[in-house]
C-alpha cells in the first residue's frame, strides 16, 4: 500500500483546508534525469558496466510538483526546458499528473537539461548537473508567472535557480501573499551569495544536514545536528525550519522551540527524490492548516514511501481517492 499521510476521506478538521482546494506554485528546475545505476561510482580513466542506463523527467522541482499534484493540490510549474524532444517529453509528463505547465518557457534553440543520477546497490545516489545560463530561470520569468503566484496559497522555491532568480521568486510570492517554502537544494556554489537573500520573506526552510551546514558558512561553531534547526532560525531570521538527517529523522524549529521527529525504517532501493517527498508532502499538509506533529511523521512516511522505490518522479507516491498500492 501507499503511505496513508491524510485523512483518505480528506475531511479537514476545524481550522483546516482541503488539500484539493490549496494552490501551488512550484519554482525551479524541470530537466531530465539521467539514472545510471552501478554497483560503485567509477575513477578517473576506469572503463565500468553499468547495471541499467536510462531516462526519465526530473529536478527537484519537478518532483515537487508532481509529489503534490498526486496528494490532490492545484499546481503550476515555474521554469524552462528547450523547445526540443526532451523538453516536450517533460512537458508531457507533467501535464500527465496534472500539472499546470503554462508557465514554463519553451525556449527554441536551447538543449533541454540533462543530470547524471548515479544509484548505487545500496540505494544511494550521487547526482552530476549543471543548467547552462540560457536553460535557466530568469528574473523575467518569475515576473511573468506574477499571475500564477497572486492565486498561489504558497510557492515551493529551490535553489536550482541563479541567485537573482531565487531573489526575484521569494520577493515576488511574499509581495502575492503566498506562503514561501524554500528547499535550498542544491547547495549554491558561492555560499556567501545566500546571505543576501530575502530571508525575512520566507516561512518555511527545508534543508538537509549538509545544505544547512552550507547556510550557515564557517562562522558558527558546531551546533550538532539537531541544534542546526534552531540556529538557523536565529542567524537568518526564519520563523521556521525543519533540517531532514536522514536516517535520523528531522529536527524542527518553530515557534522558539526544536522538536526531533524519528524517521520510520525504510529499506534503500534508491534514495533519489526522498527529500522532495518529504517537503512537498510537509508543504501540503502545514499549508492545509496540519499541526506540526501530523504533518512531519506523514512528511516521512512520504520520504520512506520514494526511498522504497526506484527513479525519481516516479517514486512520488500517488494518490487516487487516497494512496494507491503502486508509485507514480
Same mark, same amino acid.
Given at each position: 500500500?501507499?503511505?496513508?499521510?491524510?485523512?483518505?476521506?480528506?475531511?479537514?478538521?476545524?481550522?483546516?483546508?482541503?488539500?484539493?482546494?490549496?494552490?501551488?506554485?512550484?519554482?525551479?528546475?524541470?530537466?531530465?534525469?539521467?539514472?545510471?545505476?552501478?554497483?560503485?561510482?567509477?575513477?578517473w580513466?576506469?572503463?565500468?558496466?553499468?547495471?541499467?542506463i536510462?531516462?526519465?523527467?526530473?529536478?527537484?522541482?519537478?518532483?515537487?510538483?508532481?509529489?503534490l499534484?498526486?496528494?490532490?493540490?492545484?499546481?503550476?510549474?515555474?521554469?524552462?526546458?528547450?523547445?526540443?524532444?526532451?523538453?516536450?517529453?517533460?512537458?508531457?509528463?507533467?501535464?500527465r499528473?496534472?500539472?499546470?505547465?503554462?508557465?514554463?518557457?519553451?525556449?527554441?534553440?536551447?538543449?533541454?537539461?540533462?543530470?547524471l543520477?548515479f544509484?548505487?546497490?545500496?540505494?544511494?545516489?550521487?547526482?552530476?548537473?549543471?543548467?547552462?545560463?540560457?536553460?535557466?530561470?530568469?528574473p523575467?520569468?518569475?515576473?511573468?508567472a *506574477?499571475? $500564477?503566484?497572486?492565486?498561489?496559497? %504558497? +510557492? !515551493? /522555491? @529551490?535553489?536550482?535557480? #541563479?541567485?537573482?532568480?531565487?531573489?526575484? &521568486?521569494?520577493?515576488?510570492?511574499?509581495?502575492?501573499?503566498?506562503?514561501?517554502?524554500?528547499?535550498?537544494a542544491?547547495?549554491?556554489?558561492?555560499?556567501?551569495?545566500?546571505?543576501?537573500?530575502?530571508?525575512?520573506?520566507?516561512?518555511?526552510?527545508?534543508?538537509?544536514?549538509?545544505?544547512?551546514?552550507?547556510?550557515?558558512?564557517?562562522?558558527?561553531?558546531?551546533?550538532?545536528?539537531?541544534?542546526?534547526?534552531?540556529?538557523?532560525?536565529?542567524e537568518?531570521?526564519v520563523?521556521?525550519?525543519?533540517v531532514?538527517?536522514?536516517?535520523?529523522?528531522?529536527?524542527?524549529?518553530t515557534?522558539?522551540?526544536?522538536?526531533?521527529?524519528?524517521?520510520?525504517?525504510?529499506?534503500?532501493?534508491?534514495?533519489?527524490?526522498? *527529500?522532495? $517527498?518529504?517537503?512537498?508532502?510537509? %508543504? +501540503? !499538509? /502545514? @499549508?492545509?492548516?496540519? #499541526?506540526?506533529?501530523?504533518?512531519?511523521? &506523514?512528511?516521512?512516511?512520504?520520504?520512506?514511501?520514494?526511498?522504497?522505490?526506484?527513479?525519481?518522479?516516479?517514486?512520488?507516491?500517488?494518490?487516487?481517492?487516497?494512496?494507491?498500492?503502486?508509485?507514480?
Amino acid at each position: 500500500m501507499g503511505p496513508d499521510v491524510t485523512d483518505p476521506q480528506h475531511r479537514p478538521a476545524a481550522g483546516r483546508r482541503r488539500i484539493e482546494d490549496l494552490r501551488f506554485v512550484v519554482i525551479g528546475a524541470y530537466v531530465v534525469d539521467c539514472f545510471v545505476r552501478v554497483p560503485r561510482l567509477p575513477a578517473w580513466g576506469e572503463e565500468l558496466e553499468a547495471r541499467s542506463i536510462r531516462t526519465s523527467p526530473g529536478g527537484k522541482a519537478l518532483n515537487q510538483a508532481v509529489a503534490l499534484s498526486r496528494l490532490g493540490a492545484q499546481v503550476t510549474a515555474v521554469g524552462a526546458v528547450g523547445l526540443d524532444g526532451p523538453g516536450q517529453d517533460v512537458l508531457a509528463a507533467l501535464a500527465r499528473d496534472g500539472v499546470d505547465v503554462g508557465f514554463i518557457e519553451s525556449r527554441p534553440k536551447v538543449a533541454t537539461t540533462v543530470c547524471l543520477c548515479f544509484v548505487g546497490d545500496d540505494g544511494e545516489s550521487s547526482i552530476v548537473w549543471h543548467i547552462d545560463d540560457d536553460a535557466a530561470v530568469t528574473p523575467e520569468t518569475m515576473r511573468a508567472a *506574477s499571475s $500564477a503566484l497572486q492565486r498561489a496559497d %504558497a +510557492a !515551493l /522555491i @529551490t535553489f536550482e535557480l #541563479p541567485v537573482p532568480a531565487i531573489r526575484e &521568486a521569494i520577493g515576488a510570492a511574499h509581495r502575492c501573499g503566498a506562503r514561501v517554502i524554500l528547499q535550498p537544494a542544491p547547495v549554491l556554489a558561492d555560499h556567501g551569495s545566500a546571505k543576501s537573500l530575502p530571508w525575512s520573506d520566507v516561512d518555511l526552510l527545508v534543508p538537509n544536514e549538509a545544505e544547512a551546514r552550507a547556510l550557515l558558512g564557517d562562522t558558527q561553531a558546531d551546533p550538532g545536528a539537531d541544534g542546526l534547526a534552531s540556529t538557523l532560525a536565529a542567524e537568518l531570521g526564519v520563523g521556521a525550519v525543519v533540517v531532514t538527517l536522514g536516517a535520523a529523522g528531522c529536527a524542527a524549529h518553530t515557534a522558539g522551540t526544536t522538536r526531533h521527529y524519528p524517521a520510520p525504517q525504510a529499506e534503500a532501493v534508491d534514495t533519489t527524490g526522498a *527529500s522532495d $517527498a518529504f517537503t512537498a508532502t510537509l %508543504a +501540503a !499538509l /502545514i @499549508t492545509a492548516g496540519t #499541526p506540526e506533529d501530523k504533518a512531519i511523521p &506523514a512528511a516521512h512516511t512520504a520520504a520512506a514511501w520514494a526511498i522504497g522505490h526506484p527513479g525519481g518522479y516516479m517514486s512520488m507516491p500517488r494518490w487516487v481517492d487516497g494512496p494507491a498500492a503502486k508509485p507514480g
